[in-house]
């Protein structure tokens, strides 16, 4: 393989990944502009294998979207509603606490937990919830509230994202999801999603909450009007904030569905492209512990392939995934732990499930 991955003409490349050498941008792009998928998933390879063996994670998990209202509006996004037009939702805190409720039997270790940004609900109303889900489940580990939702109740508040992120802390808050970056470039934001929070602001709360111990995920939305060059200062961004204050748990690229979207004359990611995000995010993000396929987004069978392109992490159960779904995913909204663990094993790897912060619950 290695002879593949010279003829391809990235030798050079190749060196630094067995040095274990930080590869520059100009690099990225030429990775992301190789026609040899094959000799880039090689090279991801390696240092996927070098970081976490043959290992490939997953997580009991149930997602939680409060509410849909919001006031963004991004022309990617199907989720987001006005507030009192068609399929426009929000859930009271008893309601949302519900969804939690409802699930004691199974064995779930982490909500996940994000909506839009409501232009009326207060900053009791997330606090509250956060103290609800607690109360009905104290063992579970809560992952909600995204960079840009957490700027926006910082808002509410009226207090510094700082001593914001505390008092949700302080009400159950363990952790945060890795949406709302999408690509950070000013040009796609001004484009596609002009009223959300700046890339900038997004890595600024990330910062914040790191160094307060909460550990936050990464995401980069790829697949709509985006130019190589801005996917790789997108992840240049991230590793460069990850040197700062090494809060990243995990990247994950999400592939960009345009169903539903004001953007739905582009055509869906191809398999090419979601595994070639994948395999140059792994070899790039030399700083970050974990690469996600998702496979809500990319689908179970990518999923498995992407094992070998540099990705250890597949997410997990999901339990009622909505957001991508409502853009025209094709996937089903949750899968069993036993199908998991199948498509882990077929593709090779050790089924690991894991929690929240990649400790091991048990492992297949």
Not at 110 to 135: A, C, N
Not at 191 to 211: F, N
Not at 213 to 222: H, I, K
Request: with cysteine; net charge negative.
């Amino acid at each position: 393989m290695e002879s593949l991955v010279i003829k391809a003409g990235l030798g050079d490349i190749l060196d630094k990944v067995k040095r274990a050498e930080r590869i520059t941008k100009e690099e990225a792009i030429r990775l992301y502009e190789s026609p040899d998928l094959l000799a880039v998933g090689y090279l991801a390879n390696m240092v996927r294998e070098r970081k976490n063996g043959d290992k490939a994670y997953f997580i009991y998990n149930q997602h939680v979207n409060y509410s849909n209202i919001c006031t963004n509006l991004c022309k990617f996004c199907a989720f987001g509603k006005e507030k009192g037009t068609d399929k426009s939702y929000e859930m009271t805190v008893e309601e949302a606490v519900g969804k939690v409720r409802d699930r004691l039997d199974e064995p779930i270790t982490e909500v996940h937990m994000v909506g839009g940004i409501h232009p009326d609900l207060p900053f009791s109303y997330y606090t509250d919830i956060l103290k609800g889900i607690k109360e009905v489940r104290p063992d579970i580990h809560v992952q909600a509230f995204t960079c840009v939702e957490i700027d926006h109740l910082a808002k509410l508040a009226d207090k510094p994202v700082k001593e914001t992120l505390e008092i949700l802390m302080a009400a159950g808050l363990d952790s945060i999801p890795g949406g709302g970056a999408e690509v950070f470039s000013s040009r796609i934001r001004e484009k596609t999603c002009p009223d959300k929070l700046s890339g900038q602001g997004w890595l600024e709360v990330a910062k914040t909450a790191h160094r307060l111990g909460l550990n936050t995920n990464a995401t980069m939305l790829y697949g709509h009007i985006e130019t190589i060059e801005e996917r790789v200062e997108h992840l240049a961004a991230l590793r460069e904030a990850q040197d700062e204050t090494a809060g990243f748990l995990a990247f994950i690229p999400l592939a960009f569905h345009p169903k539903n979207t004001k953007m739905d004359d582009l055509s869906r990611t191809s398999g090419v492209d979601d595994l070639k995000n994948i395999a140059v995010s792994r070899i790039f993000l030399d700083n970050f512990p974990h690469i996600k396929a998702y496979w809500v987004m990319i689908g179970p069978k990518l999923a498995q392939v992407a094992l070998s392109f540099g990705a250890d992490d597949v997410d997990g159960t999901v339990k009622e995934e909505i957001i991508t779904h409502m853009a025209g995913a094709d996937t089903e909204q949750a899968m069993a732990i036993p199908e998991l663990v199948r498509i882990i094993k077929e593709a090779g790897r050790t089924p690991v499930q894991r929690g929240t912060l990649y400790d091991v619950i048990k492992e297949y």
